[in-house]
């Protein structure tokens, strides 16, 4: 499969979420999502336990049935922010940081209108359940398949694909296993990936807060 003409800091620069600017209409061929599997099993896991599953979802009435959950995820979550149970970067105040949020939200309406509609979803998911388990441990487990989904990620923008983390389905999680048969009792699913070709493949850098303000050398 052909490679974009990216040097690796561009890869690790521009691997944007992509929402508007998927390809619904173009297939993604097996062999490409089979290549990004690879790489992301070059990352690493705690003890190189390698516990760790990918489920990718093609079929049409799969995505459905999990886009469904995902708009269910979504409400809820708004549900969340509404009565002040959760707070999130709403409370930003700086023109910046609104305009921000505000373009984020509109991008993330449209995938929760579209998500059905990529041709691939990646369920990645860990071998164990995180509820429960103390912070070191589950810090052991999500950082034994955040790293590999996030390799899927960049070796999936290095292919011209473009990907988004969500995590919203999570909310209905066990509704998910079922669908896709995941066994729930023992096993942690960590994100959804849609994946689609994208839309033009030049990509912009981010705008992040100032690293002196997240930096801090020797003491916090
Ligand atoms: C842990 C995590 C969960 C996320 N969940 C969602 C989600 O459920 N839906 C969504 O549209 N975007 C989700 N995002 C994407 C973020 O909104 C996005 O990364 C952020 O706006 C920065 O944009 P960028 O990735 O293009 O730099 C998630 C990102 C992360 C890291």
């Not at 297939?27 to 490409?32: F, G």
């Not at 790489?39 to 336990?49: D, I, S, V, W, Y």
């Not at 940081?97 to 505000?102: D, E, I, K, L, P």
């Not at 059905?116 to 998911?125: F, N, Q, S």
Request: with cysteine; charged share 20%; proline share 5%.
């Amino acid at each position: 499969m052909s490679l974009l003409p990216l040097t690796p800091d561009e890869l690790l620069a521009t691997t944007r979420s992509i929402r508007k600017r998927l390809d619904f209409s173009r297939p993604v061929e097996r062999e490409v999502i089979q290549e990004c599997l690879e790489l992301a099993a070059q990352a690493p896991t705690g003890g190189n336990n390698q516990n760790w599953h990918f489920v990718v979802v093609t079929s049409q009435r799969q995505r459905e049935a999990l886009g469904d959950i995902y708009r269910k995820g979504f409400a809820h979550y708004q549900q969340l922010i509404l009565s002040g149970r959760l707070t999130t970067s709403t409370s930003a105040t700086a023109p910046e940081q609104v305009a921000s949020y505000r373009k984020v939200r509109r991008s993330s309406q449209y995938l929760l209108d579209n998500i059905h509609r990529v041709p691939v979803m990646l369920i990645p998911c860990i071998y164990d359940r995180v509820d429960g388990q103390p912070s070191v441990e589950q810090a052991g487990t999500w950082g034994s398949i955040l790293p590999a989904t996030w390799s899927f990620m960049l070796a999936a923008r290095a292919r011209g694909l473009g990907t988004c983390w969500t995590t919203l389905h999570l909310y209905y999680e066990r509704q998910a296993a079922a669908i896709l048969g995941i066994p729930y009792e023992r096993v942690t699913q960590a994100a959804l990936i849609p994946v689609a070709y994208t839309l033009g493949t030049d990509f912009k850098r981010a705008s992040r807060v100032p690293l002196q303000s997240i930096v801090h050398w020797e003491q916090w």
